[in-house]
């Protein structure tokens, strides 16, 4: 049962333009939900992350968007540049669970075409 | 602070064969984690660590084998590879706040 489920597999966005990624999820314990970035031969590192206590996130040209009643959680990248190119995986917590454990989704990979 | 150090960088291994993938963290973090990444897969839980001397299964466990005897290090063995056990493995640890976990920088594990 896949708990996290992320769209699109793969996307194609032009320099400048926006890029976004969507993640819905089922489990309503979930708390905290982070966005990874995975550069080709790099493990994935922290990118930014929401709590549901807020509905957007904004760092930079990064902003997560969170709408608890629908279940879903987007990242938008805007003014995309082709070293954003890397494969993002959005990821749920249940910070009140006894196991602390990361769900992760299967993964978008993002190319930005200069 | 190295952060999250994975040995070795490649492996090559015959089926059968055994090996152990060494992790370690020098961040003091209670929660350890393996991950395998595979093509259109994602990233799969192994086993993870909430500590030393305890650990648990992921939703891939099978095939592998860890243990947790001191904070630093989180080993993960295969006890006898297969060509399914080819991947890349990741291994991750974090604190429980603020909850951003570190990955390592991976070991690509080619079975012939």
């Known amino acids: 049962q896949q708990q996290v489920k992320q769209s699109p597999q793969s996307l194609i966005v032009q320099k400048g333009g926006i890029s976004i990624i969507n993640c819905a999820y089922e489990n309503t314990a979930f708390d905290y939900f982070p966005w990874y970035q995975q550069f080709p031969g790099k493990g994935p590192a922290l990118l930014i992350a929401i709590r549901p206590d807020v509905s957007e996130k904004k760092e930079g040209r990064f902003t997560i968007s969170f709408n608890k009643s629908a279940k879903q959680f987007s990242l938008h990248i805007m003014d995309s540049q082709p070293g954003d190119s890397a494969t993002y995986f959005c990821a749920a917590l249940n910070s009140g669970g006894s196991n602390y454990k990361l769900t992760f989704g299967k993964g978008t990979l993002l190319t930005v075409n200069p | 602070n190295a952060g999250v150090t994975q040995t070795p960088k490649f492996q090559v291994l015959k089926t059968g064969q055994s090996m152990t993938l060494q992790c370690a963290q020098d961040m003091n973090h209670e929660y350890m984690s393996w991950y395998r990444q595979d093509p259109g897969m994602g990233l799969r839980l192994i086993h993870y660590?909430?500590?030393?001397?305890?650990?648990d299964q992921g939703e891939v466990p099978n095939g592998y084998n860890v243990s947790r005897s001191t904070t630093e290090d989180f080993p993960l063995r295969l006890l006898s590879a297969a060509p399914s056990q080819t991947s890349v493995y990741f291994c991750a640890s974090r604190v429980g706040l603020p909850y951003e976990q570190y990955f390592g920088p991976g070991t690509r594990l080619t079975v012939t």
């Open positions: 660590s909430v500590g030393a001397g305890i650990t």
